[in-house]
Every structure is written in structure tokens, then in C-alpha cells.
């Protein structure tokens, strides 16, 4: 079923092909980014003093500001997934019928996806930039945070289940790996 938006349901079970191909461009990008890391020839220092940072190395500004952008993309990750469960509910409570409460469910879990995957993937970009740049190994921290958050994003259907639960108080019919 579709509503006045377009969207339908079915849209829900292509989030896995949406969310591995950001999980796979990550990936990739870091281990090009290693490989060069690796093949590059070594040179001596670490970058010029940022003007009116005194002491600081550029290294450290971007490692610094690699942690604060994990960080919020982290906090972000897990607020926009508890707005989903808000934003369900309401949509919920707001229905004409339970057909047009399940798309409205549905669309928000698509959404919010998209959104948690593209806030979790922008500090693992981040971190494969960083790495590319001065070869931090240390920005394999973000990389593989970002790996495990799009992971987690995958399971679409399971997904939608939970929401629809948390949002309606009922166990759905094809909840749960037995369908329970």
C-alpha cells in the first residue's frame, strides 16, 4: 500500500541494499586509504601550528576534531533512534485506520535510517580523509564504530517489527526470528 507521499512499505525491505552500500563504501575507502598508508614513503613532521594554536600540530587538531565529530554522529545515531520511537507513537495515535498507521510507522523507520546511517557514515569518511591525509592509524577507531552502527542499521525488517511494537504496544505477526 502506498500513501498520498508515495511511499510504500516495501521500501522498508530495500534499506539493506541502501545501508550496505554506505557500509561497503566505508569499508573500501578505508582499507585504499590503509594501503596507501602503508605503500606511502615516509617524511619527517607532522604539519605546521594551526595560527593562534600554539603547540598544537595540525595532526592533532584533526584527530582532536576526528573525536568530537565521532562523537556527536554517535549521540546522534542513538537520539535520532529514540525520536523514531516518539514519532511512531504519534503517528500511531494520529491514524485513520491500522493499514495507514503501519505505512506511517514504516515511513518513519525509513527515514530515521537514513538519517542515523548518514550521520554515522560522516565520521567514518572522517576518519578514512584523516587517514589518507597523515595515515592515523588511530582513525580506524571511527572507521570500525561506523562499520558496527551500519551493521546494526541492516536488519530492516526486525527493525520495523520493534518500532511497530514500541509504537502500538503489540507483538506483530512477523515479529522475531520464529515469526512469534
Do not use: H, K
Amino acid at each position: 500500500m502506498q500513501d498520498g507521499s508515495g511511499f510504500s512499505r516495501s521500501q522498508v525491505a530495500r534499506l539493506p541494499l541502501v545501508i550496505g552500500a554506505l557500509l561497503m563504501g566505508v569499508l573500501l575507502f578505508g582499507a585504499v586509504a590503509t594501503m596507501q598508508t602503508l605503500n606511502a614513503p615516509q617524511t619527517g613532521g607532522g604539519g605546521a601550528a594551526p595560527s593562534g594554536v600554539p603547540g598544537a600540530t595540525s595532526p592533532d587538531v584533526l584527530l582532536f576534531t576526528l573525536a568530537v565529530v565521532t562523537l556527536s554522529g554517535i549521540t546522534g545515531y542513538f537520539v535520532v533512534g529514540s525520536v523514531a520511537v516518539t514519532q511512531a507513537r504519534r503517528a500511531w495515535e494520529r491514524r485513520r485506520d491500522d493499514e495507514q498507521g503501519s505505512l506511517a510507522i514504516a515511513q518513519t523507520l525509513f527515514v530515521t535510517t537514513i538519517l542515523r546511517a548518514a550521520l554515522v557514515e560522516s565520521f567514518g569518511l572522517f576518519g578514512g580523509v584523516l587517514l589518507l591525509l597523515q595515515g592515523a592509524m588511530l582513525a580506524w577507531a571511527p572507521i570500525g564504530a561506523c562499520i558496527v552502527l551500519l551493521a546494526s542499521l541492516m536488519p530492516a525488517g526486525s527493525r520495523l517489527a520493534r518500532l511497530e511494537e514500541a509504537a502500538t504496544g503489540v507483538r506483530g505477526v512477523g515479529y522475531g526470528p520464529q515469526g512469534q
